[in-house]
């Protein structure tokens, strides 16, 4: 089984920044390509960011610009680095593989809140 934990939610001020991080278990994280989803209240889950073994990267709209998902494949680590937040970024923040998310398994997650 792979855990995967996500921390670095909080409370932060509208234009304010926040670094999410996911350590994980994985023995073959370097290859997964790995995601950052969120669920705001109310609504669906949706996909934020994702990332490759090689560092390519995708970014939604919503956050393209803002947003930047990275990755220390030794450390098992995966971040997002969240710079100029909105008040419509406030979601339960979850990090995932490619695999597990379609397979609809999910952690934790970490709390993001922006105030306006």
């Known amino acids: 089984q792979v855990q995967l934990v996500e921390s670095g939610g909080g409370l932060v001020q509208s234009g304010g920044s926040l670094r999410l991080s996911c350590t994980a278990s994985s023995t073959i994280f370097r290859i997964l390509i790995m995601g950052w989803y969120r669920q705001a209240p109310g609504k669906q889950r949706e996909l934020v960011a994702t990332i490759t073994g090689d560092d390519n990267t995708n970014y939604a709209d919503s956050v393209k610009g803002r947003f930047t998902i990275s990755r220390d494949n030794a450390k098992k680590t995966l971040y997002l680095q969240m710079n100029s937040l909105k008040p419509e970024d406030t979601a339960v923040y979850y990090c995932?593989?490619?695999?597990?998310?379609?397979?609809?398994?999910w952690g934790q997650g970490t709390q993001v809140t922006v105030s306006s």
């Open positions: 995932n593989d490619k695999r597990r998310a379609d397979l609809g398994t």
